[in-house]
């Protein structure tokens, strides 16, 4: 039996990277996909190559007025909703906003990037709720291995990060007071090789290749992640499998947090 038959999950931005490999693989395991996003011929491409368990839905996640019409349509179409992913999100690097450290960044670009990673949860876990109330479900939140440590040049990435880790415990903690019967969790990848990547890999592939290669050698199992080692992390949150499971975080960074670079060697003996 595919892990989560007969469930209706929605995926926002997930027209490319981690969300559209987490909508393949739910797909292959027996759920009806939502994908969602702005980016609409990619997301249309992707609902076509998935074939009839997959549709697109064009869905800006950090508008309120966007959302409710998308559980309008839900409620109508298909009643209720099981699984919420809620991953879209941006780290602020390629899209024009300028410095992204605490001394230089601007409010407007600080207030920018919140909108889109932090608000977009919220609503997500608003109207996921009341989509899940009934019968129960699973909230997946998107927040990084950076809402758990400090990255000076990505301040505002950060911090939103750091706030849906919290946001997630009280969303688990009022669904289990009010009996819903719905999980919520985060997710923390860190060094996932994806396209939101690229402003800081370069252009060429030399650069790539060696800033790609610096990276590795701090992780501690040698290589980056893909986007479909988060799509099973996603699918085992979805699924039954982790019904015991909920205000938790799940760290995919290759062992990164579970030490440090610079930590003393021990001294070889002869």
Not at 120 to 137: A, D, Q
Not at 149 to 155: D, E, L, N, T, Y
Not at 198 to 215: F, H
Request: aromatic share 6%.
């Amino acid at each position: 039996m595919p892990r989560v038959h007969h469930k209706i999950a929605l995926i926002t931005g997930s027209a490319r990277g981690i969300g559209a490999a987490t909508a393949r693989l739910l797909a292959q395991e027996g759920a009806t996909v939502i994908i969602t996003d702005i980016l609409d011929g990619e997301g249309e491409t992707l609902a076509a190559a998935i074939g009839a368990p997959a549709v697109y839905y064009s869905l800006d996640a950090s508008d309120e007025e966007a959302w409710k019409a998308l559980a309008e349509m839900i409620r109508k179409k298909y009643g209720h909703l099981d699984i919420l992913f809620n991953n879209a999100g941006i780290i602020g690097f390629g899209e024009g906003l300028g410095p992204q450290d605490p001394e230089q960044a601007s409010l407007e670009s600080w207030h920018h990037i919140h909108r889109i990673n932090l608000d977009s949860v919220f609503l997500g876990c608003k109207y996921g709720i009341g989509l899940m109330k009934k019968r129960g479900g699973s909230i997946i939140n998107m927040s990084s291995r950076s809402g758990l440590v400090g990255i000076p040049s990505a301040a505002a990435y950060a911090s939103s990060k750091a706030a849906i880790r919290n946001h997630t415990k009280s969303v688990a903690l009022y669904c289990a007071e009010k009996k819903y019967n719905i999980r919520c969790n985060s997710l923390h990848p860190g060094a996932v090789l994806t396209s939101i990547w690229d402003p800081m890999l370069g252009d060429d592939a030399e650069t790539r290749q060696k800033v790609t290669t610096d990276i590795e050698a701090g992780i501690p199992l040698g290589h980056m992640g893909e986007p479909k080692d988060v799509a099973y992390a996603v699918l085992y949150l979805a699924s039954d499998e982790s019904k015991y499971i909920t205000g938790a975080e799940l760290t995919l960074d290759g062992g990164i947090l579970a030490g440090s670079t610079s930590s003393p060697k021990k001294k070889e003996t002869r």
